[in-house]
């Protein structure tokens, strides 16, 4: 299982960081490879931020230089710094965990808004 949190309303150029706790993967956690996605509405589920087992994070320019994805194996959880938000940045944000199937959370509410 996994569960989001973090989210809520924030200005444009502010900054959020998101969570998510994983339960039930014991030391398999680390095998994983983590992910962060969004959905705004009217509009298809788009990666933001992923990182494998080794640490390598990988990023669509959408979110280069504004996004960090990081890890925590010791605590299960992986989380999601966003700086500089811009109103397009609205979305559910999702967190998913892939090894051989893709597990995902339920998401957390992202509003960039004045």
């Known amino acids: 299982q996994l569960v989001e949190s973090g989210g809520g309303l924030v200005q444009p150029g502010g900054s959020l960081r998101l969570s998510c706790a994983a339960s039930?993967?014991?030391?398999?956690?680390?095998?994983?490879?983590l992910a962060w996605h969004r959905q705004a509405p009217g509009k298809e589920r788009e990666l933001v931020a992923s990182?494998?087992?080794?640490?390598?994070?990988e990023y669509p320019d959408s979110a280069k230089g504004r996004f960090t994805i990081s890890r925590d194996n010791a605590a299960s959880t992986v989380s999601l710094q966003m700086n500089n938000l811009k109103p397009e940045d609205t979305a559910v944000y999702y967190c998913?965990?892939?090894?051989?199937?893709?597990?995902w959370g339920r998401g957390t509410q992202v509003t960039v808004s004045s």
């Open positions: 998913r965990a892939t090894l051989f199937i893709n597990v």
């Open positions: 039930g993967f014991g030391n398999l956690f680390r095998a994983f490879t």
């Open positions: 990182i494998l087992t080794d640490g390598t994070t």
